[in-house]
């Protein structure tokens, strides 16, 4: 089984979210893409206006519905808060699955600031997706500088198994404009904290990855 692996607040999950992870599974030839929905990043201020795990799970999950997406609550169940012991112990509850690390190129920019980073790319193979307006701010990035000869071809995309780690694929798909912070701020719904009131769900799916 091929998965790829979407981590984030998803705060609230949004269209853009569901756009990158089928063009994902086209691209790379995957099965499926997990959504690891954190229960908190530690580079973002949380205070203001991250919502409760719950709602943002339920936002999660509503977003999916009809691909092949599942959603996961599986940090909160490990009680990791960073992406890297995430992946060693994901990796090993599913050691017969192979594991490819989606992540938007605002993240490559900034790659460089989480903890264990070069573990990370040690340890999985990482699919960069293109964002308008990131790319010179990625390829300038500390982590871009040891990562620039990694970087594999897009036509290789699909033969990601077999590449020698550490190994990084740059995929460009149709922009989707759509974010979480400029969703919050453009839509009072969303801006307002009481949006996650209405998806609220009972509990996380006990049968998520």
Known sequence: MRVGLLG???NPAHSGHRAISVAAIAALGLDEVWWLVSPGNPLKDEAADMAPFAARFASARAMARHAPIRVSAIETRLGTRYTVDSLAKVQ?????IDFV???GEDNLATFDRWKGWRRIAQSIPIAVI???GYDHAAHAAPAAGWLRRFFRPACQAKNWTT????ALVL???RPDP???TRLRQLNPGWADPAWQRRLLPRSPD???P
């Open 206 to 208: 006990p049968t998520a």
């Open 163 to 166: 590449w020698r780690l550490p």
């Open 171 to 173: 995929l460009r798909f």
């Open 101 to 103: 690390w989606l992540m």
């Open 92 to 96: 090993r509850r599913y050691a017969r």
């Open 8 to 10: 984030g607040s998803f």
């Open 130 to 132: 293109a964002r308008p």
């Open 178 to 180: 759509t974010s979480a």
